[in-house]
């Protein structure tokens, strides 16, 4: 098992897709592709994270990796926002969601 991954390597990982800027939602800090969120960072509480999958691409992720990756509750969650639960994240499961949430996003790349 490899150590936790911490608030500052996913920031550094959500920031590395092209185009992609940090802002601030509701206090938190967000990543954005065209203006549209793509991930968050520190909520609910500071040790997750948020990327935003399709329903089919986060049950994928759930089913795979269940001790890190849990649908949002309610509504939000039905869509595919799915929380990351930092301490117990491989880096590779992460970057790939990232890499999925960002071409959700992504102005142009939804193929």
């Known amino acids: ?3 936790a991954m911490t ?3 996913f920031r550094r990982m959500a920031l590395s897709f092209p185009d992609a800027i940090e802002a601030a939602h509701m206090g938190h800090p967000d990543f954005r592709v065209g203006g549209k969120i793509f991930a968050t ?3 609910p509480r500071t040790d ?3 990327v935003a999958l399709t329903p ?3 049950e ?3 089913r795979t990796e269940p001790k890190t990756f849990k649908p949002v509750p309610g509504g939000w969650g039905r869509k595919g926002s799915t929380h990351v639960l930092l301490r117990t994240a491989k880096k590779a499961a992460v970057r ?3 890499t999925l949430a960002w071409r959700n996003r992504a102005p ?3 193929t």
């Open 60 to 62: 994928l992720f759930v």
């Open 48 to 50: 997750f994270a948020m």
């Open 108 to 110: 142009g790349r939804n």
């Open 41 to 43: 960072l520190a909520y």
């Open 56 to 58: 089919e691409q986060q």
């Open 7 to 9: 608030a500052n390597e």
């Open 96 to 98: 790939e969601a990232l």
């Open 1 to 3: 098992m490899g150590r």
